[in-house]
């Protein structure tokens, strides 16, 4: 899709955001790593080796949920365009809504085993769930995968491919928030296996909690128990063989195959929300 540049990017001062040079490293250590033995991972290195080279005075794309450098171009519009409607949902309280991160069941694969969940039927379950709501208010998320242990355990990890969604203009009081996860325990089928299936906050910092529902890069997520005897989590970097899976797992799909959306539509390189509950910005 054609990404549309803005004279204010407020992605720009995001921090912690992927820097080019993060993105175009990432690229070369999935390029280099050893994919395993299926023969699109030959596509993918050429791909990636070629993104961004200039070819006729052009620079080319892979245009690939794999590549770093593209999804991270594709997540800036992305988080831009949240911000844009975001702020138009503000409440008094200066806090535009929730977000909502849930690990549906059937979205789990151990190692080697990734490229058998289907994304885009995935998706579509999300989204079906979605409208089960029923919500007055527009949705706008995304799709994320990491690979997760136990500190200490023999056992191997796996691969959790988990949603996570926004909903502008809910209201955030903690009955509110407690009637919105119990709705959602309802209308999706949950991963029975996980701790916490479901996860409702408070959005207050669109620009930070709206780039983290589509990132461009993930992490190896490591369960613990702190000193308190409480469950935590700790996160690192992939490693190689983490690394080349997923990228082999998002190659065939592009950047937008991982965005949910529900009253809210893509028109020309711009989302719109489609439903009448926006509310005037602060003076």
Same mark, same amino acid.
């Given at each position: 899709?054609?990404?549309?540049?803005?004279?204010?990017?407020?992605?720009?001062?995001?921090?912690?955001?992927?820097?080019?040079?993060?993105?175009?490293?990432?690229?070369?250590?999935?390029?280099?790593?050893?994919?395993?033995?299926?023969?699109?991972?030959?596509?993918?290195?050429?791909?990636?080796?070629?993104?961004?080279?200039?070819?006729?005075?052009?620079?080319?794309?892979?245009?690939?949920?794999?590549?770093?450098?593209?999804?991270?171009?594709?997540?800036?519009?992305?988080?831009?365009?949240?911000?844009?409607?975001?702020?138009?949902?503000?409440?008094?309280?200066?806090?535009?809504?929730?977000?909502?991160?849930?690990?549906?069941?059937?979205?789990?694969?151990?190692l080697g085993h990734l490229h058998e969940v289907d994304l885009l039927s995935l998706r579509r379950r999300a989204v079906r769930a979605l409208g089960r709501l029923k919500l007055?208010?527009?949705?706008?998320?995304?799709?994320?995968?990491?690979?997760?242990?136990?500190?200490?355990?023999?056992?191997?990890?796996?691969?959790?491919?988990?949603?996570?969604?926004?909903?502008?203009?809910? !209201?955030?009081?903690?009955?509110? +928030?407690?009637? /919105? %996860?119990?709705?959602?325990?309802?209308?999706? *089928? &949950?991963?029975? =296996?996980?701790?916490?299936?479901?996860?409702?906050?408070?959005?207050?910092?669109?620009?930070?909690?709206?780039?983290?529902?589509?990132?461009?890069?993930?992490s190896r997520r490591v369960s613990i128990v702190d000193r308190t005897g409480r469950r935590n989590t700790k996160k690192f970097p992939l490693k190689a063989r983490h690394l080349?899976?997923?990228?082999?797992?998002?190659? !065939?799909?592009?950047?937008?195959? +991982?965005?949910? /959306? %529900?009253?809210?539509?893509?028109?020309?390189? *711009? &989302?719109?929300? =489609?439903?009448?509950?926006?509310?005037?910005?602060?003076?």
């Amino acid at each position: 899709m054609k990404v549309r540049r803005l004279k204010h990017d407020p992605a720009e001062h995001l921090k912690g955001f992927e820097t080019a040079a993060e993105a175009r490293r990432a690229a070369r250590q999935i390029a280099n790593a050893q994919m395993p033995g299926r023969p699109p991972h030959l596509y993918l290195n050429d791909a990636l080796e070629r993104c961004g080279n200039r070819k006729g005075g052009v620079r080319t794309r892979c245009l690939s949920a794999a590549c770093p450098v593209c999804t991270r171009a594709f997540r800036r519009w992305f988080t831009n365009e949240f911000v844009s409607q975001a702020v138009q949902f503000q409440r008094a309280e200066e806090a535009y809504g929730v977000t909502v991160t849930v690990i549906l069941s059937g979205a789990q694969a151990a190692l080697g085993h990734l490229h058998e969940v289907d994304l885009l039927s995935l998706r579509r379950r999300a989204v079906r769930a979605l409208g089960r709501l029923k919500l007055p208010y527009p949705i706008i998320g995304g799709i994320d995968v990491s690979f997760n242990e136990k500190a200490g355990s023999t056992e191997p990890g796996h691969y959790q491919v988990h949603i996570s969604f926004a909903v502008l203009g809910h !209201p955030t009081s903690k009955k509110a +928030r407690k009637r /919105l %996860r119990e709705a959602v325990e309802d209308c999706f *089928r &949950l991963e029975p =296996t996980a701790p916490v299936p479901v996860r409702v906050r408070t959005l207050r910092d669109p620009m930070r909690q709206g780039s983290y529902l589509l990132k461009a890069m993930f992490s190896r997520r490591v369960s613990i128990v702190d000193r308190t005897g409480r469950r935590n989590t700790k996160k690192f970097p992939l490693k190689a063989r983490h690394l080349a899976e997923i990228a082999m797992w998002l190659w !065939p799909y592009q950047p937008l195959d +991982r965005v949910l /959306l %529900r009253d809210v539509r893509l028109k020309r390189g *711009r &989302l719109v929300v =489609t439903t009448n509950t926006v509310r005037k910005p602060k003076a």
